[in-house]
């Protein structure tokens, strides 16, 4: 056997192998031989027992698991790294979200206090307004100061503002309400704008200027009366049927709101309501439509169909005096319903 430059021997004693090397061989017993060839034989024999398929295709999977393994400790080293960049976000959020949530106190705190200077500010203006107007409703009582209101740039400003007042607070009105608060300020205001619209419909030059320059306030006048519940805001509804009442004394306007079809139905519901004051203004401008031949011809047809006749009978036994007679007058004018028909 080929073994390298230097030579070497080695020996032992009896039984002992004994090599011997010289220049590049090796020199061994041939017992030796022998026995090593045997052992390398039995090995070749043995090896393909021991390493049979299942050992090689452990061996491959234990491999790949090998490689699974690094390839997942890989993704655990990515996600550690991934876990301390999140985190660092998630401080850097929470601080963020801590400052947010001290500012948005703080804007709260500064729209608490906004909304309580924008009430103060409503409180203040309802309270004026309330004064003002009570005021005007007074002056608007006399005609030339009435004059001098619709000679202004500002009237039809005035009574466009009147009529979206009244609607506002009308709508307003919870479900239960029974009564009106006529010691509020609100209330105060809305009777005074209302007033003040009555005041002006009961002089010639302020119906001609209603009915030619604002039939939305008469409409909404008109719509307001029917969306109030009967026994609710009773000073609000004769204030508005008065209103209503002078205008029809203007022709133009007796024709303008009674041809509205929400007029005579309005009517019917208003004498169904158990004040007696708002039953005898219903009564008033009925006897307006009826007292007038062209109106009352072009309603016969209607009135004949739908009066409540019924109520008015009722009407004419009230204990209150005024009611009583007017609904037994109106009782008597309208017999002319029963010869037509």
């Given at each position: 056997?080929?073994?390298?430059?230097?030579?070497?021997?080695?020996s032992?004693?009896e039984?002992?192998q004994?090599?011997?090397?010289?220049?590049?061989?090796?020199?061994?017993?041939?017992?030796v031989?022998?026995?090593?060839t045997?052992?390398?034989?039995?090995?070749?024999?043995?090896?393909?027992?021991?390493?049979n398929?299942?050992?090689?295709?452990?061996?491959?999977?234990?491999?790949?698991?090998?490689?699974?393994?690094?390839?997942?400790?890989?993704?655990?080293?990515q996600?550690?790294?991934?876990?301390?960049?999140f985190?660092a976000?998630?401080?850097?959020a929470?601080a963020?979200?801590?400052?947010?949530?001290?500012?948005?106190?703080?804007?709260?705190?500064?729209?608490?206090?906004?909304?309580q200077?924008?009430?103060?500010q409503?409180?203040?203006?309802?309270?004026?307004?309330?004064?003002?107007c009570?005021l005007?409703?007074?002056?608007?009582?006399?005609?030339?100061?009435?004059q001098?209101i619709?000679g202004?740039?500002?009237?039809?400003?005035?009574?466009?503002?009147?009529?979206?007042?009244?609607?506002?607070f009308?709508?307003?009105l919870?479900?239960?309400?029974?009564?009106?608060?006529?010691?509020?300020?609100?209330?105060?205001?809305?009777?005074?704008?209302?007033?003040?619209?009555?005041?002006?419909?009961?002089?010639?030059c302020?119906?001609?200027?209603l009915?030619?320059?604002?039939?939305?306030?008469?409409?909404?006048?008109m719509?307001?009366?029917?969306?109030?519940?009967p026994?609710?805001?009773?000073k609000?509804?004769v204030?508005?049927?008065?209103?209503?009442?002078?205008?029809?004394?203007?022709?133009?306007g007796?024709?303008?709101?009674?041809?509205?079809?929400?007029?005579?139905?309005?009517?019917w519901?208003?004498?169904?309501d158990?004040?007696?004051?708002?039953?005898?203004?219903?009564?008033?401008?009925?006897?307006?439509?009826?007292?007038?031949?062209?109106?009352?011809?072009?309603?016969?047809?209607?009135?004949?169909?739908?009066?409540?006749?019924?109520?008015?009978?009722?009407?004419?036994?009230?204990?209150?005096?005024?009611?009583?007679?007017?609904?037994?007058?109106l009782?008597?004018?309208?017999k002319?319903?029963?010869?037509?028909?």
């Amino acid at each position: 056997m080929k073994r390298g430059n230097s030579g070497t021997a080695c020996s032992s004693g009896e039984g002992q192998q004994t090599t011997e090397t010289q220049g590049e061989f090796v020199k061994v017993r041939k017992s030796v031989l022998e026995r090593l060839t045997t052992e390398v034989m039995q090995l070749h024999d043995i090896l393909p027992q021991i390493l049979n398929g299942d050992v090689v295709e452990s061996v491959q999977k234990l491999d790949a698991v090998e490689a699974i393994v690094e390839k997942r400790e890989r993704e655990l080293e990515q996600l550690r790294m991934d876990l301390e960049h999140f985190k660092a976000r998630l401080e850097v959020a929470q601080a963020d979200c801590l400052k947010e949530r001290k500012e948005k106190l703080t804007v709260r705190q500064q729209l608490n206090e906004a909304k309580q200077q924008l009430l103060q500010q409503a409180e203040y203006c309802t309270e004026m307004g309330a004064a003002v107007c009570t005021l005007l409703w007074s002056v608007s009582s006399n005609e030339e100061a009435v004059q001098i209101i619709l000679g202004s740039s500002k009237a039809l400003k005035f009574f466009s503002i009147a009529g979206q007042t009244m609607e506002s607070f009308v709508r307003s009105l919870g479900e239960d309400v029974k009564q009106q608060d006529v010691d509020s300020d609100e209330s105060q205001f809305v009777l005074a704008l209302a007033g003040i619209v009555t005041n002006v419909a009961a002089l010639a030059c302020g119906r001609e200027f209603l009915v030619n320059s604002n039939r939305v306030l008469l409409d909404t006048v008109m719509q307001l009366l029917g969306d109030l519940k009967p026994g609710c805001c009773t000073k609000l509804k004769v204030l508005m049927l008065m209103s209503l009442y002078n205008i029809s004394i203007n022709i133009k306007g007796l024709k303008y709101i009674s041809e509205s079809p929400r007029f005579f139905p309005l009517l019917w519901w208003l004498l169904n309501d158990p004040d007696p004051e708002v039953c005898l203004h219903v009564l008033r401008l009925l006897q307006s439509v009826i007292l007038e031949p062209d109106v009352f011809t072009k309603s016969a047809s209607e009135l004949r169909d739908t009066l409540p006749f019924t109520r008015i009978v009722m009407l004419s036994k009230s204990r209150n005096t005024d009611l009583q007679m007017l609904a037994q007058d109106l009782l008597e004018d309208l017999k002319v319903l029963e010869y037509e028909s």
